[in-house]
Nanobody
Framework: VQLQASGGGLVEAGGSLTLSCAAS????????MGWFRRAPGKEREFVAH????????LYSGSVKGRFTISRDNANNTAYLQMNSLKPEDTAVYYC???????????????WGRGTLVTVSS
């Protein structure tokens, strides 16, 4: 199983980025897809997830209203649209796949390698 995250980079505060997660080696539509992040000096935290069919989502309080998670089951890809970025959003973002609607790292079945997002003030 491979989860390849991409789309990270450097952006100014208030800007936008879209992360992509291309999955292979698994039955994509059977997994909840999520994003976690690890900021410098902090533990990895849940950001968002989307259910198997894409009609139900959950966001952390810190990103709700600014980030949008989506998925394309035909192309085995999940996305995270990030708007109104803040310096505190700076982190390595990890794509995650789980059989259940997980918000805890211990419940994740597969992890991507991560992509760095840096938001300058």
């Amino acid at each position: 199983v491979q989860l390849q995250a991409s789309g990270g980079g450097l952006v100014e505060a208030g800007g936008s980025l879209t992360l992509s997660c291309a999955a292979s080696g698994l039955t994509f539509s059977s997994y909840v897809m999520g994003w976690f992040r690890r900021a410098p000096g902090k533990e990895r935290e849940f950001v968002a997830h989307i259910n198997w069919s894409g009609d139900s989502t959950l966001y952390s309080g810190s990103v709700k209203g600014r980030f949008t998670i989506s998925r394309d089951n035909a192309n085995n890809t999940a996305y995270l649209q990030m708007n109104s970025l803040k310096p505190e959003d700076t982190a390595v973002y990890y794509c995650a796949a789980s059989r259940i609607r997980a918000t805890a790292s211990r419940s994740i079945d597969y992890w991507g390698r991560g992509t760095l997002v840096t938001v300058s003030s």
